[in-house]
């Protein structure tokens, strides 16, 4: 499972108490673990032509998007995010999301998700993939 991090500015973690709630019919019985997969955590840098950390809505989960599900990225309505130091994506929600919709021609994007494609998705994906793996592999041992 993928997640993002929000964990600045007063948002917490409410997504992963989410994903954790929807998670406890699988693991009720034993038989299954969940493991998140969160892109902030790991390195990528050298992956990047136009960033050099993961943003929101950025170079990294654009690329991911266009790797994992291309038909659903909408490329004619990507748009860069602000400069560095600028408005940011929460800046335009100072109450939260709730205060209401974000001001005209706010896109949610930090970073370059103009310089995303589906073969960056991929390579961001398989780095993201080893810990995974090393995970699973503590768990039950490898495979034989």
Not at 28 to 42: S, T
Not at 43 to 49: E, N
Not at 132 to 140: H, I
């Amino acid at each position: 499972m993928t997640a993002h991090g929000c964990a600045t500015d007063g948002f917490g973690f409410a997504h992963h108490e989410a994903i954790k709630e929807a998670a406890l019919p699988l693991l009720a019985d034993g038989a299954c673990q969940v493991l998140v997969l969160f892109p902030y955590w790991i390195g990528m840098g050298d992956l990047l032509s136009k960033q050099e950390k993961v943003e929101h809505a950025c170079e990294v989960e654009t690329s991911l998007a266009l790797h994992f599900f291309p038909e659903l990225v909408r490329t004619d309505r990507v748009v860069d995010g602000p400069p560095e130091g600028e408005e940011s994506r929460f800046d335009a929600f100072p109450e939260g999301v709730a205060a209401g919709p974000p001001p005209a021609g706010w896109s949610g994007a930090e970073g370059a998700p103009s310089a995303a494609t589906a073969e960056k998705g991929r390579a961001i994906f398989e780095r993201c993939l080893g810990p995974m793996v090393r995970a699973v592999q503590a768990r039950l041992g490898p495979a034989g």
